[in-house]
């Protein structure tokens, strides 16, 4: 078998791809077949007082304007702001999916590459239904993302495939966040509705494929740029992965005037305060590591992490819990 030019320089990546497709084949979830949506176990009670936000681990549940709220006020903020990051995510995945399917069109044949990035995209298609099912079921007629971000998403994803290597900084910028509050909730034992706790349990498991490819991804093909084109990716991998915390975790402001949260506290959750601020930096743990790792934390871009207010500590190994890496 022929391989693409990366791929023939690089064994041990073509390696790495051949075992991540492997895991896709014999290790995968179907939103339909692993889901008993119907199952009374798994029954979503718009009242459970479950869906009250985590003080610990989301900005918003962390203030004490929302602590203090009355606890149905309190499930209905929650159930809202769930359903709207599931839409959020869907939202994401479709942007992932243009961008890789048109970086993934243009790779010659023998590519392993291909074959993985489409794997990915199948199991992202189920992640769609899998959450816009969540979004059905809860009931809120949720918008999703930001209106400029998502009036300018089919652009962001298409153009994303010219520029695979942003793409791929923006694929880790969009899916960090995202897992590590994720397990962060699971590994919390905070009381989490059924549904949405083996929605995460199922995202997790693939997003690990998905995230480990697009580490591999930067390893494999930044080692190859030249010393510009890596200057601009080292620029731009801070701003990306503080642009997308942003579109992915902070709500739009409909969602303030849906709820009266007055100003300053959606500014203090969104990032303005010490507790928020934390919870934004615990975000990129894994990538400040990969960042010193690809050469990109250097003294010219480091002050940019430290700006952006996602600078901090490192991870030993990926996903690991914060009590260390913060």
Not at 41 to 66: K, N, Q
Not at 116 to 145: K, S
Not at 153 to 173: D, E, K, T
Request: hydrophobic share 40%; proline share 6%.
């Amino acid at each position: 078998m022929t391989f693409s030019k990366t791929t023939t320089r690089s064994p041990d990546y073509a390696d790495t791809l051949l075992t991540l497709s492997e895991g896709s084949v014999h290790r995968r979830f179907d939103p339909y077949l692993d889901i008993d949506w119907d199952a009374p176990e798994l029954a979503i009670d718009r009242d459970d007082p479950r869906w009250v936000l985590s003080a610990e681990l989301d900005p918003l549940g962390a203030t004490s304007w929302y602590q203090d709220l009355p606890l149905e006020r309190r499930i209905e903020i929650g159930r809202w702001r769930q359903a709207n990051a599931a839409k959020v995510g869907l939202a994401f995945e479709s942007i992932l999916i243009r961008g890789m399917m048109q970086y993934a069109m243009a790779l010659p044949n023998g590519s392993p590459e291909f074959r993985y990035c489409l794997h990915e995209m199948t199991e992202e298609c189920n992640h769609i239904q899998m959450f816009q099912e969540l979004v059905n079921r809860i009931g809120d007629d949720v918008p999703g993302m930001r209106p400029l971000f998502r009036l300018a998403s089919p652009f962001i994803g298409v153009a994303g495939g010219y520029f695979w290597v942003i793409l791929f900084i923006g694929i880790l910028g969009g899916e960090e966040p995202i897992d590590h509050y994720q397990k962060a909730l699971l590994r919390s034992g905070t009381a989490t509705q059924p549904t949405l706790r083996r929605i995460m349990e199922i995202h997790i498991a693939e997003e690990a494929r998905h995230i480990s490819f697009a580490n591999e991804f930067l390893r494999a093909h930044i080692a190859r740029m030249n010393p510009v084109s890596s200057a601009v990716c080292a620029v731009s991998f801070p701003i990306a992965m503080r642009w997308l915390a942003d579109e992915l975790v902070k709500p739009p402001k409909s969602f303030a005037r849906k709820f009266d949260i007055p100003d300053e506290v959606f500014d203090d959750a969104f990032w303005r305060s010490p507790a928020s601020r934390k919870i934004l930096s615990g975000f990129f743990g894994d990538m400040r590591t990969l960042a010193d790792e690809l050469g990109f934390r250097n003294r010219v871009t480091k002050p940019l992490w430290k700006l952006l207010k996602i600078d901090g500590g490192y991870t030993r190994y990926r996903g690991e819990p914060d009590r260390r890496a913060s």
